[in-house]
């Protein structure tokens, strides 16, 4: 889902009882892939862990679990076909936990969010028969499975599994050995957990940046907006999208982290390069996306070029946008292609856990 971390505080916050649904394992073709979540109240369902007959059966169990005050976690696998009438015909194991709506912030929620927030990489280890966990980082670890001989078997699993986020949820046996579950089983989840996801900050709210924006609306990423026409934002913005009226961009660029994504498409191809510059000398971004031809973009290098800016710097910048291949010129079209970032952000962060700033060549 978009952020199960900040759903699951407000839910807990708020004081409303819930149930985290999480695909556990997968075997064979399956809708979603392990590690997918949806939190279930008795109202809503934020998430999805793959639509269907599926995520419907998983909302009425976990509705009656809490209709029967359920306090224990529950593991169950469903064949998609015979018992689902799925085609995918795989089967699908999913972890239940009921989390209960007593405004109290779980230690281990606590600890995961600020791990999160300063950057560090962890994962999130579940008993899947008593719901205990502990999250575990390069650094250390904090909290119980049970047993001091279990936490130490399942930090170093853990740990092995920091190299590979890309590779999701993983249900063991705690030896080491994945499995599909089973509900007598006594089995451990183990969920790697990187930053919020990708920190795109967004330059201009035309048409373009509107469509990009309803594009990556509910998506792992979080989005600063910025434009100085305040009559050009909508109304409402996605949850994950913070909008900024500003005259003066440079201020957000100085305030991005180190690894940010930029996309610049403003009203103004002046104000486009000043937002350029600005970005290029402060150089560690992970990306640097500029709407255009490949016209303005040498327009763009002669002019950085005779202010000083190094020749592999300007090859970082990404002009004309997009996935190739994709070259509609419809705002929607154009967006779609912009979302090209998702991939480099994916490949990014499954090939080092978090993300640095590389170089990239147009």
């Known amino acids: 889902m978009t952020d199960w971390i900040k759903n699951l505080a407000a839910l807990v916050e708020s ?20 590690g ?5 109240t008795a109202v809503d369902a934020r998430g999805s862990i793959g639509g ?17 005050g359920a306090d224990v976690p529950m ?10 009438g799925q085609c995918c015909g795989g089967l699908t194991s999913v972890l239940f936990e009921p989390m209960a709506g007593h405004g109290s912030m779980p230690e281990w929620l606590d600890r995961l969010s600020g791990r999160r927030a300063a950057g560090a990489v962890s994962v999130l280890a579940t008993c899947a028969r008593s719901g205990r966990k502990m999250v575990v980082g390069k650094d250390g670890a904090e909290g119980t499975l049970g047993d001091a001989a279990t936490d130490a078997r399942l930090r170093k699993l853990a740990r092995r599994s920091l190299t590979t986020l890309s590779a999701g949820a993983t249900l063991t046996d705690g030896e080491g050995a994945a499995a599909l579950g089973h509900e007598e089983s006594g089995l451990f989840l183990l969920e790697p957990v990187a930053s919020a996801g990708l920190v795109l900050y967004l330059f201009g709210a035309g048409h373009v940046g509107k469509a990009l924006v309803s594009v990556l609306a509910g998506l792992p990423c979080d989005i600063t907006w910025i434009d100085s026409r305040a009559d050009q934002f909508p109304g409402q913005v ?21 690894g940010a994504y930029f996309l610049v498409m403003t009203h103004s191809h002046q104000l486009d390069y000043e937002i350029c510059e600005i970005i290029l000398r402060r150089g560690d ?25 190094a020749p592999e710097t300007l090859a970082r910048v990404t002009c004309p946008i997009g996935i190739e291949g994709l070259s509609g010129k419809h705002p929607r079209e154009i967006a779609i292609a912009a979302a090209e970032i998702l991939q480099i952000h994916g490949a990014t962060v499954g090939a080092a856990g978090r993300m640095p700033a590389p170089a990239r060549s147009a």
């Not at 004081?15 to 999480?22: A, D, E, I, R, W």
Request: glycine share 10%.
């Open 36 to 40: 997918a979540k949806m939190i279930v």
């Open 52 to 68: 269907g007959h599926l995520e419907y059966k998983t909302i009425e169990e976990a509705r009656r679990m809490m209709a029967e």
């Open 285 to 309: 971004f992970a990306y640097l996306g500029l709407i255009g031809s490949r016209t303005k973009r040498k327009r763009f290098e002669q002019r950085l070029s005779r202010k000083g800016v």
């Open 15 to 34: 004081g409303t009882q819930g149930v985290v649904v999480t695909v556990a394992a997968v075997d064979g073709s399956t809708p979603r892939e392990a």
């Open 238 to 258: 996605p949850d994950n999208v913070r909008a900024e009226i500003s005259e003066a961009p440079e201020g957000a660029v100085e305030r991005a982290p180190a």
């Open 75 to 84: 593991l169950r696998t469903y064949p998609l076909g015979p018992e689902l």
